[in-house]
Nanobody
């Protein structure tokens, strides 16, 4: 079992920055990959980023490349999403997720077994 709690969301102006955090508990954090997803009202959930167990390998959705950075601190059982140059279209609920059975990094949310409750990010124009 893995429990995930996101924090760090809020209201920011376009061009601003936020850092999301996701604190994990339960299963040993360094044994599973972590992803970030988002869902805007009326839209499907979409992949944002994923990071490997060690933190060495990362993947990003094209629409966040160069603006968002995923990282993890295995000593603190926490994964982060640094979001810079935010745009109004980044407005969404952001979720972290754990893939405990990953043999490769996944962009498909259906491959993730555990999810946080989400944190809202609102970017004003």
């Amino acid at each position: 079992q893995v429990q995930l709690v996101e924090s760090g969301g809020g209201l920011v102006q376009a061009g601003g920055s936020l850092r999301l955090s996701c604190a994990a508990s339960g299963r040993t954090f360094s044994t599973y990959a972590m992803g970030w997803f988002r869902q805007a009202p009326g839209k499907e959930r979409e992949f944002v980023s994923v990071i490997s167990r060690s933190g060495v390998i990362t993947y990003y959705a094209d629409f966040v490349k160069g603006r968002f950075t995923i990282s993890r601190d295995n000593a603190k059982n926490t994964v982060y999403l640094q979001m810079n140059s935010l745009k109004p279209e980044d407005t969404a609920a952001y979720y972290c997720a754990a893939d405990v059975y990953a043999d490769r990094l996944q962009r498909d949310g259906n491959e993730y077994e555990y999810w946080g409750q989400g944190t809202q990010v609102t970017v004003s124009s």
